[in-house]
């Protein structure tokens, strides 16, 4: 396993952003080509190793019965639950069907939940997802547009590529153009430390195909709002 010691510049370069909310560049999950070199066992071993480290750099008794499981729960949550979205073999298998309804509207899938991690602090994203697309011959079962959104959450994100995933996943499962996404979301990043302000939220949206033009955008933002 490599280290990736923080050198002087790359601390002064952190500090010097501050609080500022810096992305990676494209729309990829940032992934070493060998990510997936070791299987989850011993990537669950590690961490849990990893993070009793942790634990006992603040000082905490691992002997503590309330404790003594903590690592291995933690390493468990890392890669089975919270960041499951990482790995390609846990995506969703789509099914669609023939729109025999000739049903040509757009179908929203309002509130979708999104419980997703920033990359930036490790804490939660917690908020919605809106979804619209407009069919062509083809329809998707509402359950999977859930776990499409799941499946991009479960992952460190910025809100921002977030939404951009999910648009892009959506469209080469619909093989259609015409998809719209929109995410409200509230960033404990930011309402758990820093300017700890709980009531912000972060609003995105991405849109393809028929909805770039401006009154089908609007129509969809009257539907969800």
Known sequence: MKNYPLSDDIIEKI???????????????????DAFNIDDDEKMALISEKFADIMDILGLDLNDDSLSGTPH??????????????????????????????YDKFIIEKNVSIKS?????????????????????????????????????????????????ILEALKEALNSEDVIVMIDAAHFCVTTRGIQDDNSRTITFDYDGKFKDADIRKEFMDSIR
Do not use: W
């Open 73 to 102: 729960r933690v390493a468990k949550m890392f890669v089975k639950e919270i960041f499951y979205g990482l790995n390609p073999d846990n995506k969703p298998r789509i099914s669609v069907f023939d729109n025999k309804y000739q």
């Open 15 to 33: 500090e010097s952003n501050g609080e500022a909310h810096i992305g990676s560049n494209g729309i990829d999950t940032p992934l070493r080509k």
């Open 117 to 165: 991690t920033c990359e930036h602090h490790f804490l939660p994203i917690v908020g919605h997802a809106h979804v619209g697309y407009i069919s062509h011959g083809k329809v998707i079962g509402l359950s999977k547009i859930n776990r499409i959104v799941d499946y991009c959450a479960r992952r460190p994100q910025v809100q921002e590529r977030l939404t951009r995933q």
